[in-house]
């Protein structure tokens, strides 16, 4: 299994979706999800470290597990079937371990909540994730068409370098982005693509 953190969270300017975006440190590459808003909402509080003033459904759910007795131990992203990124939340009691099957969005939120790992089943990572290559670079930039909900931004955001080089840098996960804008109908449909 290969463990990630949450980079961001990004909209698409053109089409409002939005897009979790899942970092490899090891290697450099990135795995983007569409995700509904609700769902991106909840992680971007994380990010922020935002407090709600009353329990948002993910915070709700990490109190029932552990007011059970429950510990999270990790979640998975085990699985990709047509765009749909598969997910599993591994629990555990004093009794057994379970695997629940989870949304990809759903199973990020409850994790970033519990403090627990983020791990990605390599043959997922292997057909979706993006590469940077770019050695100074530290994080994915902000996509052209959409800009990060979080308040962690890339160095490439703040740079004041010229546009054209940051265009060569943005061109692979823009085109990446571009192919997935073309199936805007069918991921309203399916929001955890």
């Not at 996960?173 to 199936?183: G, Q, V």
């Amino acid at each position: 299994m290969i463990q990630v953190t949450v980079d961001s969270v990004r909209i698409s300017l053109l089409t409002q979706n939005r897009v979790v975006v899942l970092r490899d440190a090891d290697s450099r590459r990135y795995l983007p999800i569409w995700i509904g808003q609700f769902e991106a909402d909840s992680i971007s509080h994380v990010l922020q470290e935002l407090a709600p003033s009353r329990p948002m459904t993910h915070d709700l759910l990490r109190t029932v597990f552990h007011d059970l007795g429950a510990s999270i131990q990790h979640i998975v992203i085990n699985d990709i079937q047509d765009t749909t990124f598969l997910a599993r939340i591994v629990v555990s009691t004093a009794a057994r371990t379970f695997d629940i099957d989870s949304r990809s969005s759903d199973a990020i939120a409850l994790a970033l909540r519990a403090d627990v790992p983020i791990f990605v089943a390599p043959h997922v990572f292997e057909q979706a994730s993006v590469p940077f290559d770019t050695d100074d670079q530290q994080s994915p930039p902000i996509i052209q068409s959409g800009t990060s909900s979080s308040t962690k931004t890339s160095p490439a955001a703040d740079s004041t370098d010229s546009p054209s080089s940051s265009d060569d840098d943005l061109s692979l996960f823009r085109d990446f982005i571009n192919s997935l804008e073309k199936d805007d109908d069918d991921s309203k449909n399916n929001p955890d693509r």
